[in-house]
């Protein structure tokens, strides 16, 4: 194709118009065909109506070479998808004697011998559709190619969708379309607005080969700079990558915390095994949401000690050693209190490092009426600490907790870089 392949995401499913599910399958598609150069021009979230269905089609045929779709295949009344496709494409649903029989197996593993109506209907397919198994549930995948353009109608669990994606779907299209993987480099900057940092690298941008391309994805504090590489030999974009980031460095120094990684886990992964450091969390306002980060990560056992959630007054005492003076006196959201739970935790776990935080999360003041947003958080570095405040009144309680722990795992990075 003289054109980029082009792609449209369709999320079916009511659960995702009233805001009860999250839809992190048009990211996750997105992101993947994105890695083999296919474009998504349009990303739609319809309910199940087959009516709706059908129209959506009908657009995104319009749009695109490519067709993926999730959710709706279930064994429920509500479950429209296939009759939506059924009429629109003008073909039979028959059953399909291998899907049942993969069913059945899918099914007996989890103790249910019995094979209801319900799930018979899951062995329907469209007439003259492509079936890719699914070693994950029960629905299978179907593409139809109609007219050369590729229609894929998947499930909408998450956990069915990615490796149907992954395993299956992409290297179909890779082959299909001649496509070839492209790379991507992820450059973090920390320190610099990201206004500023756009002016100080003008020129570097500017500059750079055709093959590349830069975006900008501000996260919290952090700017990460992210270079896209096509239209090449992979080695040939590997060399051009590695010599401008070579640029990047010169031109930025230490505000780069990073040239490896997205995700701010990942940086302090690389960087703690790298210099054989431990690391532990006391929580407060941030709930275990920062433990949650560091073990997101496989390998975190090498160097995340551990790490608690003193929530309350009473357990920061008994479980850090605050001392009960320092409460009353400062009350519970205060660089002091931030402080002593750091080297309390540091104390408890034995780690090289240690990280506090304290603080107001919303929507509620706390016992003392500490303002809402205020927060206090240490990371503490052998005996050297450090302590830092944040007034984030603007910020609803989820996306505080976020923002704060990707904050501090940030400055544990600028810390042991300094260090």
Wanted: glycine share 6%.
């Amino acid at each position: 194709m003289s054109r980029p392949v082009q792609a449209v995401i369709i999320c079916i499913g009511d659960e995702l118009l009233s805001g009860n599910t999250l839809d992190t399958n048009s990211h996750y598609i997105a992101n993947e065909l994105r890695g083999i150069g296919i474009e998504t021009k349009q990303i739609y979230t319809i309910s199940d109506e087959a009516e709706i269905i059908e129209k959506t089609l009908k657009e995104s045929l319009s749009l695109a070479d490519i067709i993926i779709s999730t959710g709706g295949l279930g064994p429920t009344k509500d479950d429209k998808t296939l009759e939506a496709y059924s009429r629109f494409f003008n073909r039979k649903l028959v059953f399909n004697d291998e899907v049942f029989a993969q069913l059945k197996i899918f099914l007996e593993k989890r103790g249910r011998a019995e094979i209801l109506d319900l799930n018979r209907n899951q062995a329907m397919v469209l007439e003259g559709a492509e079936v890719l198994k699914n070693e994950h549930g029960t629905a299978p995948c179907q593409l139809i190619d109609d007219n050369d353009k590729l229609i894929f109608c998947l499930p909408g669990v998450p956990f069915e969708v990615k490796p149907l994606i992954k395993e299956k779907i992409i290297p179909l299209l890779k082959s299909r379309f001649g496509l070839h993987s492209i790379l991507t480099a992820v450059v973090s900057v920390v320190g610099i607005p990201e206004s500023a940092l756009s002016h100080k690298i003008e020129d570097w941008e500017t500059h750079l080969p055709k093959s590349l391309s830069l975006s900008y994805l501000p996260v919290g504090n952090r700017i990460k700079l992210r270079i896209t590489a096509k239209g090449s030999t992979e080695i040939e974009l590997q060399k051009q990558l590695k010599i401008e980031i070579q640029k990047l460095k010169s031109l930025l120094g230490t505000s780069i915390i990073s040239e490896a990684n997205d995700r701010i886990q990942d940086i302090v992964k690389d960087l703690l095994i790298s210099r054989k450091m431990t690391i532990s969390t006391a929580e407060s306002c941030t709930g275990g949401a920062i433990s949650k980060l560091l073990t997101s990560v496989s390998g975190s056992s090498a160097y995340f000690a551990g790490g608690v959630c003193t929530y309350s007054p009473e357990m920061k005492a008994k479980i850090l050693g605050v001392a009960p003076s320092i409460i009353e006196k400062h009350t519970v959201v205060s660089a002091e209190v931030s402080q002593a739970m750091a080297k309390g935790c540091q104390q408890l776990f034995g780690t090289d490092i240690s990280v506090s935080t304290t603080g107001v999360a919303g929507p509620n003041t706390d016992q003392y009426n500490n303002s809402i947003g205020l927060v206090y958080y240490s990371v503490r570095i052998g005996e050297k600490e450090s302590t830092h405040k944040l007034f984030l009144p603007h910020l609803e309680r989820e996306d505080f907790i976020n923002f704060v722990s990707e904050k501090v795992l940030q400055t544990v990075v600028e810390e042991v870089l300094k260090s």
